[in-house]
């Protein structure tokens, strides 16, 4: 099971017979706007000191991470898998000015089957993508891949500690993690970890209560 975008994903499986792709393409359908069109805050905190260059954002979801970077002036291409919610993306992009529309591209790909090319990128941003284990280390792997010298991977994920909560995460304890699994899946070698925290932040759970829970923020550069 992967979740991504800018929550989380899917808390149910719709129906085994669908691929992921069908999945997500379904649930962009099912609204008009599936999420705020703002940017991750822990994405504008992080890489708002970083200087722009060239960036993969994945699971870009209706394009508001990669429409802020561009409007930082990054070269963004936004990733995702459902075709659906990038067409929104790139509408969006051509509404925020010609400056952004040029400076993103949209590529729709799973991660699973697709590699990005190696060193390729100043910046991998990587919002609530969460996959078991196996398919964790090899997919982050690609990513970390991906980072060219002096470049930066930023991952943020829901926190192993919010299954303790009231706010709704699906119950699969394995597609959670630290950043020191993340650490550990990467290799220390060839990184400098710049931020490794479980960051709380407010969220309402399904009754109305403010309930506190985490994300796992961990922050990268090549060296």
């Not at 699971?59 to 429409?67: K, S």
């Not at 936004?78 to 969006?92: P, T, Y």
């Not at 304890?173 to 630290?178: C, D, G, L």
Request: with cysteine; aromatic share 6%.
């Amino acid at each position: 099971m992967t979740t991504h975008s800018h929550e989380h994903g899917p808390g149910h499986d719709t129906g085994a017979e669908l691929t992921d792709r069908e999945r997500w393409d379904t649930r962009y359908r099912e609204k008009s706007s599936l999420w705020s069109g703002k940017p991750n805050p822990t994405l504008v905190a992080e890489a708002g000191e970083l200087t722009p260059g060239t960036a993969l954002e994945v699971g870009a979801g209706e394009g508001a991470d990669a429409i802020w970077l561009a409007r930082q002036g990054w070269r963004v291409t936004g990733l995702d898998i459902s075709a659906v919610a990038l067409e929104r993306a790139e509408a969006h992009a051509r509404e925020a000015g010609a400056p952004v529309a040029e400076r993103t591209a949209w590529l729709c790909a799973d991660l699973l089957e697709w590699a990005p090319p190696e060193r390729a990128y100043d910046l991998v941003a990587v919002h609530f993508l969460h996959l078991n284990p196996a398919k964790r280390r090899l997919v982050y792997g690609k990513l970390g891949d991906a980072v060219a010298a002096g470049g930066t991977l930023l991952v943020v994920a829901h926190h192993p500690s919010d299954l303790q909560t009231t706010v709704p995460r699906p119950p699969l304890p394995e597609v959670f993690f630290t950043g020191d699994d993340l650490a550990a899946d990467l290799g220390a070698d060839g990184w400098e970890i710049v931020t490794n925290v479980a960051a709380p932040r407010k969220a309402a759970d399904p009754d109305g209560n403010q309930v506190t829970v985490h994300d796992t923020v961990f922050r990268a550069r090549r060296r």
